[in-house]
Every structure is written in C-alpha cells, then in structure tokens.
C-alpha cells in the first residue's frame, strides 16, 4: 500500500511539474525543471556550459538495451556530457517508474539522470520536448519522437544543435562527432 502511495504521488508531481510549466513560453532549456526519478528536482541550469543529450527512455520492453549504449556515451564523455533520461509514456502500456529505475540500474548500470514518467508527445506532453520538438521554441527544428531513445543534444550555450532518431545508436560516428565538436 505505502508503495503504491508513493508511486502515485511521484507520478502526480510529474504530470505537476509537467502541466505547470505549460502556460510558460521558456527562451531556454536552461529555465526548465523537471522532477527527478530518484526524488528531488533536476534543475537544467546547474548544466551551462556542458552539452547535454536529452534521451526519452523506456520504462521496459524490447529497446530496453540501448540504455548500455546511453551509458557507454555517458561514461566516455562525462567531463563535457550531462546525459538526462527522460522515462517516457506515449508508446504502450509499461510498468512503473520504480520498476523502470530498477530494471536501468540493474541490467545497465545507468548512472545518469533520470525524470520521472512524462509524455513526449500528444496533448500532455511535457513542456521540456515542447520546447525539443518546436522549431519556433528551440530555434533549430521540428521534430516528433516516434519512439524510445530519440537523442536531443544541447550545446554549452544551452541551444538545440542535433537531433537523432531512434534508430542512430548512441555510439554512431554522426553522434560522436556532434558531442566532441
């Protein structure tokens, strides 16, 4: 009973978090904050002046591996890479955000943020892929996520740079080169 206590009330303070920042037109990544998995809040401030790859990653299924991948690129370039996962909700049913956490920390050794369910798409979608997904809001391009592990890269200036679908691995030379740039 306590755990499912606690697992609505942190998937209450995402879709908070989430619908609360709707009527706010953000200029930047920088003025978003997003609940994080773990408890507390990932305030995407404190990462000026480092890139950051914005990942939305499954809860569980068969694309489950490309957190090792995530985490590879995450552990190689960590000095100049903040790497945030995203768990997100748009792409069939899937189990909690506690299972979710479990099964990325388990299996894949993730070491990297991760929020809280959000949508990624669709009518509830979180203000932070607004922004992503929104050529007049990140002044880059418009996108839509189609599925798990689409890679947004932020510069250290805190602009939208590159965008890769789910199908680029997170190890693809086009990647790396737009991290190492």
């Not at 978090?17 to 706010?24: H, Y």
């Amino acid at each position: 009973m306590l755990f499912m206590r606690l697992a609505f009330t942190v998937l209450l303070s995402g879709i908070f978090f989430c619908a609360q920042a709707q009527n706010v037109a953000p200029a930047s990544i920088y003025d978003f904050k997003v609940p994080a998995l773990k408890g507390g809040t990932i305030d995407l401030s404190q990462y000026k002046g480092k890139k950051i790859l914005i990942v939305n990653t499954p809860s569980e299924n068969d694309r489950s591996r490309g957190y090792a991948e995530i985490e590879a690129l995450y552990r190689q370039y960590k000095d100049k890479l903040v790497v945030i996962g995203f768990l997100d909700d748009d792409f069939g049913p899937r189990p909690g955000s506690k299972k979710s956490a479990t099964l990325a920390n388990k299996q894949y050794n993730v070491s990297f943020p991760l929020t809280t369910k959000i949508f990624v798409k669709g009518p509830q979608i979180c203000p932070v892929y607004q922004w992503l997904s929104s050529k007049q809001a990140n002044h880059f391009k418009d996108t839509e996520v189609s599925w798990d592990f689409n890679k947004f890269l932020i510069n250290e200036q805190g602009q939208l740079v590159a965008y890769f679908d789910q199908e680029t691995p997170a190890n693809d030379p086009e990647v790396i080169a737009a991290i190492t740039k």
